[in-house]
């Protein structure tokens, strides 16, 4: 399976924009990039995914590099309920293999 | 609306039984699934059964872990002759199909004790 690599642990200050990084430099051509994120004592919540252009949604923007090798996860404006675990997962169409690696725990400063 | 519920939240058993691990989807949803999380080693798919069938998927690590489906959107996933390393929050979460976004509940934190 291809793995992803992401930071341990990130902070950000409150109402400022969030790049949260991940590679994926064994990625495949199949392989859709998918964000989940996990508050305290919460299961994982869905963000966001994408293929190959960058993708925008209520919650958040994802914007993958032209060889898709990586990926940055962007929260436009960080709350304090932002703060949580934030995992991105290489999942290939149909397959339901979905793993959760370590994540990057975000920080969110007031 | 109603999301994913499961229970009990907690749970503590003693090593060699059974437990059984309760999961309520959502109505509609046909993928449901099963994780296991623990510490240091993140979240697998344990199993997962798709929308007609009460059959499960993998049955990974082990054939100790089962699931049923004995209604559309309820789920048990049974473990038999519980180990200490069982100790983890099990993760139950559904879909619309295969490659749509998954929804997740809170989870079973279970114990071997």
């Known amino acids: 399976d291809a793995k992803t690599t992401q930071p341990n642990s990130m902070e950000s200050n409150e109402e400022e924009p969030v790049h949260l990084p991940c590679n994926h430099s064994t990625i495949s051509g199949t392989d859709y990039i998918h964000w989940y994120r996990q508050l305290p004592s919460q299961g994982p919540e869905y963000v966001i995914h994408g293929l190959t252009s960058n993708v925008n949604n209520r919650m958040a923007s994802l914007a993958i590099a032209e060889d898709r090798k990586s990926s940055t996860l962007i929260l436009h404006r960080a709350t304090l309920r932002d703060a949580a675990v934030y995992y991105c997962?290489?999942?290939?169409?149909?397959?339901?293999?979905?793993?959760f690696g370590a994540g990057t725990r975000l920080t969110v400063k007031p | 609306g109603a999301g994913v519920s499961q229970s009990p939240r907690y749970k503590v058993a003693k090593r060699g039984r059974d437990v059984a691990l309760r999961c309520d989807s959502i109505s509609g949803h046909v993928t449901l699934y099963w994780y296991r999380q623990t510490l240091g080693q993140g979240s697998e798919v344990l199993t997962y059964?798709?929308?007609?069938?009460?059959?499960?998927k993998s049955g990974r690590p082990s054939g100790r872990f089962s699931a049923e489906r004995p209604e559309r959107s309820v789920s048990t996933l049974k473990i038999q002759r519980t180990e200490q390393g069982d100790s983890a929050v099990y993760l139950c979460?559904?879909?619309?199909?295969?490659?749509?976004?998954?929804?997740f509940g809170p989870g079973t934190r279970l114990t071997v004790t």
């Open positions: 997962i290489l999942r290939r169409y149909n397959n339901n293999d979905m793993r």
């Open positions: 979460a559904s879909s619309q199909g295969l490659s749509y976004e998954q929804y």
């Open positions: 059964s798709q929308s007609d069938a009460q059959r499960d």
